[in-house]
């Protein structure tokens, strides 16, 4: 069974779609906001992921091994084989272990049965809040990836590289960036 995880071109919500029956194309609707959306699977076994980039009109993003998903003429979400996705891969880093950021939206905070957070490290950190940082993760025309950390709403500190967040600002994430929440300190990664 396949397993992919695709973001809506309308509402880029990522969803998970499984391949029970190894089907070619899968027919699924968005729950978020009931776009209907053809997923297309590949005989390989090599894993896929989501990838959404702009695409001008004319050009075809399916002729480089990427499958594409409906949306409109400019833009698309393909999946492209894991290895060429992890070239551009966006990721923190926290005690050893790595948090992929997905497209979109990643709310980061501290582990907890009542966190919301898409991202939630293990920390007894009590400085750090269920929901501390947001980091937007977009694709630009260049096909490169932006990412941007604003605080959450929460009332404890959060730093980068040693300066501290005001609400309402927007910093753009560099590669080996130090993001402290309370007294938690990841590190955001781009490979």
Do not use: W
Not at 18 to 46: D, G, M
Not at 173 to 180: M, R, T, Y
């Amino acid at each position: 069974m396949q397993t992919k995880r695709v973001e809506c071109p309308n509402c880029h919500k990522v969803l998970e779609v499984k391949n029970s029956k190894n089907e070619t194309v899968k027919h699924i609707t968005c729950p978020a906001c009931a776009a209907p959306l053809q997923v297309k699977f590949s005989p390989q076994q090599e894993p896929l992921v989501a990838h959404t980039v702009l695409v001008p009109p004319q050009s075809n993003p399916a002729s480089n091994g990427a499958t594409q998903l409906g949306g409109s003429p400019s833009a698309a979400t393909v999946l492209v084989p894991l290895q060429q996705a992890i070239s551009k891969s966006l990721k923190l880093e926290y005690n050893g272990n790595e948090y992929s950021l997905v497209e979109g939206q990643n709310i980061i905070g501290r582990q907890a049965s009542t966190s919301k957070a898409s991202i939630q490290l293990p920390t007894s950190d009590r400085y750090m809040s269920r929901q501390h940082c947001c980091i937007q993760v977009s694709t630009l025309q260049d096909d490169s990836k932006k990412a941007v950390l604003t605080n959450y709403q929460n009332k404890n500190a959060t730093l980068i590289n040693g300066s501290t967040i005001q609400d309402g600002d927007q910093i753009r994430l560099q590669d080996g960036d130090q993001i402290v929440m309370g007294h938690t300190t990841v590190t955001f990664k781009m490979s």
